[in-house]
């Protein structure tokens, strides 16, 4: 299944700009899944696995890369879920976490890459502010950009199916050399 995920376009590579501003040789479009749903299944098999292992009473996607993810998920384990937004909303309840209450909950936040972890560090702290505690945050990526070690001294534990070296050696056959070794240069300059 790495390979497919090469083939739909979930792993691209060339000059990318991320949602953190930060330029990158490659990009990894989880969202391209969705389409693919064969790959999905296998994605979301992925989750379950790391989720197994983890203790928590609420599950939470960050809008928007972890809203598919954990509504599958919650659905298949009939456990409570929602999502976070970036923001809470300026009409209606005004709410940022939608879904499933955390007041007085565990909650493990699911997204699916992580870089700095600016993202999944605002769902903690909305988490945080409407009473609950995120115990984990599983991600199906973490690009090995400093945001599992930012996730980690804000107090949650950080699991990830993949890290973005893992994932460059499985492709590696299929990207050829001058693109992994691009990659894993561009890796290498972070040091957390």
Request: aromatic letters at 10%.
């Amino acid at each position: 299944m790495i390979q497919r995920l090469l083939e739909v376009g979930v792993v691209k590579f060339g000059d990318f700009v991320l949602s953190s501003g930060l330029k990158s040789p490659f990009y990894i479009d989880l969202r391209a899944v969705l389409g693919h749903p064969d790959l999905f299944q296998w994605v979301v098999s992925q989750y379950l696995s790391t989720l197994s292992k983890l203790e928590y009473d609420v599950i939470l996607g960050v809008a928007t890369g972890g809203i598919p993810y954990a509504s599958v998920l919650g659905y298949l384990l009939q456990r409570p879920f929602g999502y976070v937004r970036p923001e809470a909303k300026g009409h209606g309840a005004g709410r940022q976490i939608e879904g499933a209450e955390v007041a007085g909950k565990r909650a493990v936040v699911v997204d699916d890459v992580l870089t700095t972890g600016k993202s999944v560090l605002g769902a903690i702290s909305a988490v945080g502010e409407a009473g609950g505690r995120v115990t984990a945050v599983v991600v199906f990526l973490d690009r090995e950009q400093c945001g599992a070690e930012a996730v980690r001294r804000a107090g949650a534990g950080v699991y990830s199916v993949y890290k973005m070296r893992e994932l460059l050696e499985a492709l590696r056959p299929h990207i050829g050399e001058g693109q992994y070794r691009s990659a894993v240069e561009y890796l290498s300059q972070w040091r957390c």
